[in-house]
């Protein structure tokens, strides 16, 4: 096919969408069925009514291909597991029982049962659920909601892609089943898999798909011979089936690299790529490699995970130099729409010229079929929309929203020596020791309380003018003085306020700092039926005056116990918002950082002695190829250090980080040069600690004890088991006792009776030493 034949055949499409709906009827459905009110029956008449809907809007909008299977109840790789016959043993009676309770089992955990462990999807805030294989797995083919969701997009006369992870990917991010060893490569498994794979290939063939999208994320990641010979394998062996649609394998986040070659050579017939940030390289690569002759390529072109308008020439230009680089090319965003929220046209609140320089799914939606039409017929066919966005992207550019003079000669003038503590740990610790005087395995959480319906309705009364500043801070006052009480009657060391007044970690801090926008309706899933609203960085970042010390000192007149500080990092306030892309992230790193070191200094000011600052995100921005890293984190922990390196040496500073591996960043924990980290460690058994071990770690840590992610309760000896397990890597004089993160979306019964536990098992613990 010439690249005229080839620009004119083009097509939009995508390959997923968010799925919660426009007012998170989702996650209302999911919550109801948990809690009773609602049937099984009525929770899937609410799930099928949302593919639905969504999948005419795509259509309506001019998507000429929609996706099938991206659509979850909890989690995509999840889904996949049921998919492949790979339940737990442990979740095997429930799932027999009852399919969907034992799925959310899997997912959640019973009171007798721990859920699948729960890290983040790749470097985004997306979380997903675990496979857990090992030699005795035994496949088996389970289509069933795949099948069905292919058929009803079917009999709404729409062409659908069915949408499945990729079988190499999927045992990547398996792990070793709990009792199998540890050097147990789930990748052994591929040959016993691919059948399986085969079978539902073949069966989504039979119930009318044409096209099957197999994502394979995880060959974006630097991968050995041997993985991609497993890739070549699978490839062929899938390839070969003759009773099978036509596969278009996919990859996002990221530049192919070494495996490029190996899928431009696989018996398939096409390939999706991102041609976005560091993954513009693909097309390079593509190129080297002599294209995609006689197959179909997507091209994300629009940045699927951030929410900035695109910039529809140079985007252009991308989709005109990859003609006649493969007979068909189509026009997709980067990766699934999932990870960005639903309309600009519900935030009615932010300027309207501001409006036009972000662009949601809805939106980006309408970027792809713009792009998809000026690639088939032409750019004088899109001349209106290109004279559009030239002038949102120059009305962005020259917006003095963007750009403040005094922050930015404020971060000019940053030396060395404003990012290290004037002590070194040991000479730090020791003063610590003496001021603090807490005993062996202080207990203390990471920070947040249950966010209760109370709580919520205040803050709504607030903004709906039902009630004033007056009587919502009182309602704050409140409840800090009920958690203070609690922590201090249930014998925690160092308390915490439980943040009653926060809507979220980071959305908190955004609303007080200039250079931030707030969305009212920007929610995107982070797991399962938890959304957040990511606030939107557009501009310079400082602070215009203290943001928590006033709620600090408060809770800390209530009590003599030291009550900690509570601040989100530098890194986790990129990470979690909708990021500027108009700088280096190490500069606007470095702006948060400066922002939030005001805030430090205030909160030592007032008489706080112990700071948390935490940083979950730290981890999961690593960049996904090993080249890239160490430039990451040199302005990471830079930032960290900025933010705290101006506290007193008795001042104990702590860190929080969650959701992730950490044995690939344990180096980078240590030059965050925190006195104390707490991570999340009680779904993978301590792991971390095990791993802080051996890289030597010197300081103090805190392994959780508490999945605070499953409404399980765990008992004392359950949890001191745990603190045994972790005393086995970290000496008793640097160990912390703590759950695994903060404790907004659990409630207060399951609170109250954890982390009365949790005090007993370090009691117990601490007394047999």
């Known amino acids: 096919m010439t690249a005229k ?19 998170r009827e989702l ?12 049937t099984a029956d009525a929770l899937h008449a609410t799930a099928a009514e949302l593919r639905r809907s969504t999948w005419r809007q795509l259509a309506e909008a001019g998507i000429h291909e929609v996706p099938t299977g991206d659509f979850s109840f909890y989690d995509h790789v999840l889904d996949t597991t049921v998919m492949v016959g790979a339940v737990p043993e442990r979740h095997r009676a429930a799932v027999d029982a009852d399919a969907l309770d034992g799925y959310f089992a899997m997912a959640r955990g019973t009171q007798d049962v721990a859920p699948l462990e729960m890290p983040k999807w790749f470097d985004t805030n997306y979380h997903y659920l675990v496979p857990e294989l090992g030699p005795d797995t035994v496949f088996a083919t389970n289509s069933a909601q795949q099948v069905g969701e292919l058929r009803e997009a079917l009999v709404l006369g729409l062409t659908a892609r069915p ?125 080297a490699v002599g294209g995609l002759p006689g197959k179909r390529l997507v091209a994300g072109v ?47 609140e932010i300027a309207p010229q501001i409006l036009r320089w972000l662009a949601f799914a809805k939106q980006k939606t309408a970027e792809i079929v713009t792009l998809a039409k000026g690639l088939a017929q032409g750019p004088d066919t899109i001349a209106a929309e290109l004279a559009a966005n030239r002038a949102d992207l120059a009305s962005r550019a020259g917006s003095p929203i963007t750009r403040d003079p005094a922050v930015r000669a404020r971060c ?64 704050v006052r409140d409840e800090i003085r009920e958690v203070v009480a609690f922590q201090e009657k249930a014998g925690l060391d160092v308390l915490v306020h439980g943040e009653p007044e926060r809507n979220d970690m980071v959305q908190y801090f955004a609303e007080q700092l200039t250079g931030y926008l707030a969305t009212r309706h920007g929610w995107v899933q982070s797991y399962g039926t938890r959304y957040v609203r990511p ?55 470095r702006q948060v950082a400066l922002a939030l070191r005001d805030e430090v200094n205030d909160l030592e000011g007032a008489g706080t002695s112990v700071i948390q600052v935490d940083e979950p995100a730290l981890r999961e921005t690593l960049p996904l190829r090993a080249a890239d890293r160490d430039g990451y984190l040199a302005w990471a922990t830079e930032a960290f250090r900025l933010t705290t390196g101006g506290v007193r040496p008795e001042t104990q500073i702590h860190t929080h980080m969650c959701y992730a591996e ?13 006195d104390v980290i707490s991570l999340e460690a009680a779904r993978s058994h301590m792991q971390v600690a095990r791993e802080l071990a051996a890289h030597g770690y010197p300081r103090e840590a805190g392994p959780g004890v508490y999945d605070i992610h499953s409404p399980r309760v765990p008992s004392p000896a359950e949890a001191a088991d745990l603190v045994r397990t972790g ?43």
């Open 535 to 589: 606030p939107v960085l557009a501009g310079d970042i400082s602070r215009p005056e203290p943001m928590t010390v006033r709620w600090t000192s408060y809770a800390q007149s209530l009590t003599d116990r030291p009550v900690k500080g509570m601040l989100t990092g530098p890194v986790t306030m990129l990470a979690w918002s909708f990021v500027r892309d108009d700088q280096p992230l190490g500069e606007t790193a």
């Open 412 to 475: 000019a003038a940053v030396t060395p020596a404003d990012a290290l503590r004037s002590q070194p740990y040991a000479e730090r610790s020791a003063a610590q020791r003496e001021y603090l005087r807490l005993p062996l395995l202080p207990t203390t959480t990471i920070g947040s309380f249950p966010q209760t319906g109370e709580l919520r309705t205040a803050r709504a009364d607030l903004r709906a003018g039902r009630i004033d500043t007056t009587g919502y801070e009182e309602r």
């Open 163 to 287: 949408v499945l992870v990729g079988p190499v990917t999927y045992l990547l991010l398996a792990k070793p089943a709990p009792g199998v060893p540890a050097g147990f490569d789930p990748l052994t498994l591929l040959d016993r898999l691919l059948p399986v794979y085969a079978e539902v290939l073949a069966d989504l063939r039979a119930a009318g798909a044409e096209w099957v999208q197999l994502d394979e994320p995880a060959l974006v990641q630097d991968r050995t011979p041997a993985e991609l010979a497993a890739v070549a394998r699978a490839y062929r062996d899938l390839g070969a089936g003759t009773d099978r649609p036509k596969l278009l394998v996919a990859s996002y986040f990221d530049r192919l690299g070494e495996a490029l070659p190996v899928l431009a050579k696989a018996p398939v017939e096409g390939l999706a790529l991102d041609f976005t940030g560091a993954a513009a390289a693909n097309l390079d690569a593509l190129a």
């Open 662 to 674: 950490f044995g690939d960043i344990v180096r980078a924990i240590d030059d965050l040069d925190a």
């Open 5 to 23: 034949s080839a620009a004119a055949a083009a097509r939009a499409t995508v390959y997923g969408y968010p799925r919660q709906g426009p007012a």
């Open 727 to 769: 005393l086995r890597a970290i000496p008793a004089e640097r160990l912390w006792v703590n759950p695994d993160c903060g404790l907004k979306t659990r409630g207060w019964p399951e609170v109250r009776a954890s982390l009365e536990n949790l005090v007993a098992a370090a009691r117990s613990v601490r007394a047999e030493l």
């Open 27 to 38: 996650k209302k459905a999911i919550e109801s069925y948990w809690q009773g009110r609602v």
């Open 302 to 348: 629009v940045n699927g995970r951030n929410i900035w308008v695109n910039d529809l020439p140079a985007s252009l230009t991308v989709l005109g130099t990859l003609l006649g680089l493969a007979d068909r090319i189509d026009v997709a965003a980067s990766c699934s729409l999932l990870h960005v929220p639903l309309d600009t046209a519900a935030e009615r």
